[in-house]
C-alpha cells in the first residue's frame, strides 16, 4: 500500500530517493499556518520519521490559514492532531508529537534529527533552535509569513545572529491563507532538498515572495 501512496513520486524522485526519505527524521517546530502545510507535505513526500512540537492548542482564530483548524479540532492540541492526520496518510510513518513548547530540557528529542523545520513566529524561540541546530549540525530551515510576503532559507553555514543580530519579533503579524502556505511548501522543498544532496538555498541568501507582486517570487541575500 506504501508503494502505492508513492508511486507518482516515480520519475521525479528516484527508488533510491525514495528510500533515503522514508529513512530520515524531520524535526518540525511549530504546527501552525507554516509548519502545518510543511509537515503535511513532507508526510506526502515520504520522509518515514519525524520529531514534532507545538505547545497550542486549535481556536478560532487559527481557521484563516491552518490546515487542520476545523470546529471538530477546537481545544486539541496541534501536534497531536498533525501526527494523526500523517497516519492517515500514511499508516507506517513514525512521528514522535509533543505538544509542549521546545527548550534547553527537551531539545536532546531532536538530536536525531536531519534537518529542521522552524514554524514558529516567535524570535526568541527561533534563535534558541538555531542555536541548537548550529550546536548539534543539523541543517536549519528558517521560514516566515507576514501579510502577503514570506522569506525561506536554509542556516548550515551562516550564523543566525550574523544574518538577524538582535532582531526582535513584533507584534503578531496579519497573514493570509497563500502567503503561509506557499512558505511552508518553500521550506518543505528545501528540507527535501538538503536530505537529497539537491541545490538549496542558504543563508544569508534567501527566497522571498509577495503574492501580491507583479515580482511574485526572487532570491537576494539579507
Given amino acids: ?29 511549530g504546527l501552525g499556518g507554516i509548519g502545518s502545510p510543511a509537515f503535511e507535505i513532507l508526510v506526502r513526500l515520504g520522509i518515514g520519521n519525524f520529531v514534532i512540537f507545538d505547545r497550542d492548542r486549535f481556536e478560532e482564530s487559527n481557521f484563516n490559514r491552518q490546515l487542520y483548524a476545523v470546529d471538530s479540532n477546537v481545544g486539541k492540541f496541534k501536534a497531536g492532531v498533525a501526527a494523526a492526520k500523517a497516519r492517515k496518510i500514511n499508516p507506517e510513518v513514525r512521528v514522535e508529537a509533543y505538544a509542549e513548547e521546545f527548550n534547553k530540557k527537551n531539545a ?15 524570535m526568541e524561540a527561533r534563535k534558541n533552535i538555531a542555536a541548537f541546530c548550529r550546536k548539534m549540525k543539523i541543517p536549519y530551515v528558517f521560514c516566515s509569513a507576514g501579510k502577503s510576503m514570506g522569506m525561506v532559507s536554509v542556516f548550515d553555514r551562516a550564523r543566525f545572529k550574523d544574518v538577524f543580530g538582535e532582531a526582535r519579533e513584533g507584534v503578531k503579524k496579519s497573514v493570509i491563507a497563500p502567503a503561509a502556505v506557499l512558505a511552508g511548501s518553500i521550506s518543505a522543498s528545501q528540507a527535501a532538498c538538503v536530505l537529497l544532496g539537491k541545490p538549496y538555498v542558504r543563508a544569508p541568501e534567501f527566497i522571498f515572495f509577495d503574492i501580491f507582486s507583479e515580482r511574485f517570487l526572487w532570491k537576494q541575500k539579507v
Avoid at 2 to 14: C, E, H, P, Q, Y
Avoid at 108 to 122: Q, S
Fill in 1 to 29: 500500500m506504501v508503494d502505492g501512496i508513492f508511486l507518482r513520486n516515480a520519475g521525479t524522485v528516484s527508488e533510491r530517493e525514495q528510500k533515503k526519505l522514508a529513512e530520515s527524521t524531520v524535526g518540525i517546530v
Fill in 108 to 122: 536532546a528529542k531532536l538530536r536525531k534529527c536531519d534537518v529542521m523545520v522552524d514554524g514558529t513566529d516567535n
